[in-house]
């Protein structure tokens, strides 16, 4: 099935241990990105990406890494993590034209909490 | 950069009843507005959008939204919800140009419908 896949679907973490989230779209969207979700904060971009190779930062990029070296890949790694990182993260893959502006297409979120 | 306001945070309705849900934005420019929807335990799940033309807009499960640029203004919409409408609204907004894939969300909104 087309859409983005996000593993794993939840994990613990201790505190200064480092990991990586995977991110992957079939759908050759041009666009990718990873919020965080908490409650009661709504949805904050973490790092997104307007193509292969070209990353930028969001909201909350302090603590997260990403790298695009494909158009179908973007993890985000978590360098030490903290508690403050326990969250449910969510990558989302979008693509935008003239006609039809943008769309988003969102994985089914991992909740990873730090101890 | 844009913001958006969803003031109402926790709302308790009776089935059969009438939803509005607020949402305001704040950009200077042309925008591309979302509707979501989350589930308890779910991903995002879009309800509707507007990108342009005719300011009222038909989503899915009976929901709509009506644009309303005056007030940079958004609102959900559905005349009678039924119990299955339990969930989180999140508003979103995206600049239609040079947007830099970079949707933002309001806080959202925790929708309790009773029987």
């Known amino acids: 099935n087309a859409g983005v896949t996000q593993t794993p679907k939840f994990q613990v973490l201790k505190t200064g241990q480092s990991m990586t989230l995977q991110c992957a779209q079939d759908m050759n969207h041009e666009y990718m990105s990873w919020y965080r979700q908490d409650p009661g904060m709504g949805l904050r971009l973490i790092h997104y990406?307007?193509?292969?190779?070209?990353?930028d930062q969001g909201e909350v990029p302090n603590g997260y890494n990403v790298s695009r070296s494909t158009t179908e890949d973007f993890p985000l790694r978590l360098l030490s993590a903290a508690p403050s990182q326990t969250s449910v993260y969510f990558c989302?893959?979008?693509?935008?034209?003239?006609?039809?502006?943008?769309?988003?297409?969102f994985g089914s979120g991992t909740r990873l909490t730090v101890v | 950069a844009q913001s958006v306001s969803q003031h109402n945070h926790h709302v308790i309705l009776s089935e059969a009843a009438s939803l509005e849900l607020g949402c305001n934005y704040s950009?200077?420019?042309?925008?591309?507005l979302f509707w979501y929807v989350q589930y308890p335990g779910q991903h995002l799940q879009l309800l509707l959008k507007y990108f342009s033309g005719d300011p009222l807009v038909k989503g899915i499960k009976g929901f709509e939204a009506e644009f309303i640029k005056s007030k940079f203004s958004f609102n959900l919409r559905k005349p009678s919800v039924q119990w299955s409408d339990t969930a989180e609204y999140f508003c979103a907004v995206i600049p239609r140009a040079g947007g830099g894939n970079k949707l933002t969300f309001g806080t959202g909104t925790q929708l309790k419908v009773e029987l």
């Open positions: 950009y200077g420019g042309t925008v591309n």
């Open positions: 990406s307007v193509g292969a190779g070209i990353t």
């Open positions: 989302a893959s979008s693509y935008s034209t003239g006609s039809r502006g943008y769309g988003y297409t």
